[in-house]
């Protein structure tokens, strides 16, 4: 099965058929997922040590009727999409050097069932020799207290536990790994390539492993899906998160 094939295939299990209603139109979620793909290919580059760069930022722009019409279903449909890009940079041997990240955009000029893709190269944090590196020359400033409690994760090492960096959740998923392409980066080698990520529910942030070699702990036990509370300490290879909210 390809990689449209199994997004198409995601798709229909998002909200049982309503996600389908929603595009009586002729745009259609497949027809964005291929552009995706195509911008990919277009973009692609070859930098240093034979790795082939792709972007990693898509901007989405639809038409004004388009966008209400897809406004509730806007997050299930970027993660998806962002889920594309990453299983089909890995069929081609791309690279990322950030997050994956896929958002949607109105654009005025746009008739509905018309739309248009913007891409780019942006760079994330990542957590490596006792502190949370973000370059702060092409990433865009993240809007904090975007949801209910400011919820964040103060992050730590077993170099230097005693050492807490803030990092906060700006984003309705953040996935957490080793891979060059997560929202926050872990150079651990007991952490997997894409390890965990964590969902923000309305006034719930859960965590969900995703399959991860060494396993995801919370408060010392092994779990695969969990719904944090304030001081919930969660371990990940030799890196502790402390899952905060006001």
Do not use: W
């Not at 639809?62 to 990453?86: F, M, Q, T």
């Not at 702990?217 to 719904?227: E, H, L």
């Amino acid at each position: 099965m390809g990689v449209l094939q199994r997004f198409e295939r995601r798709l229909e299990g998002l909200v049982e058929g309503a996600f389908a209603r929603a595009f009586k139109s002729e745009l259609q979620p497949v027809e964005v997922a291929s552009a995706v793909q195509r911008e990919m290919d277009e973009r692609a580059a070859i930098v240093a040590q034979g790795r082939t760069l792709v972007p990693n930022d898509f901007v989405v722009e639809l038409s004004p009727a388009d966008s209400e019409r897809l406004a509730v279903y806007a997050d299930s449909l970027s993660h998806e999409l962002g889920n594309l890009a990453r299983e089909y940079a890995k069929e081609q041997g791309y690279s990322f050097v950030g997050p994956v990240r896929v958002r949607f955009e109105t654009a005025e000029d746009l008739g509905t069932g018309m739309f248009r893709i913007r891409s780019g190269v942006i760079r994330g944090a990542t957590v490596e020799q006792d502190e949370i590196r973000q370059p702060v020359s092409d990433l865009p400033v993240p809007q904090p207290g975007v949801f209910a409690g400011r919820p964040r994760l103060l992050v730590s090492t077993a170099d230097d536990p005693a050492g807490q960096r803030s990092y906060e959740l700006t984003t309705p998923v953040t996935l957490l790994g080793r891979g060059t392409d997560c929202d926050l980066r872990l150079v651990d080698p007991g952490v997997s390539r894409h390890h965990a990520e964590l969902q923000v529910e309305g006034h719930e942030v859960v965590l969900v492993d995703r399959g991860s070699t060494n396993g995801t702990f919370v408060n010392g036990q092994a779990v695969r899906r969990v719904t944090l509370n304030d001081g919930t300490r969660v371990t990940l290879g030799r890196t502790t998160l402390v899952f905060r909210r006001d």
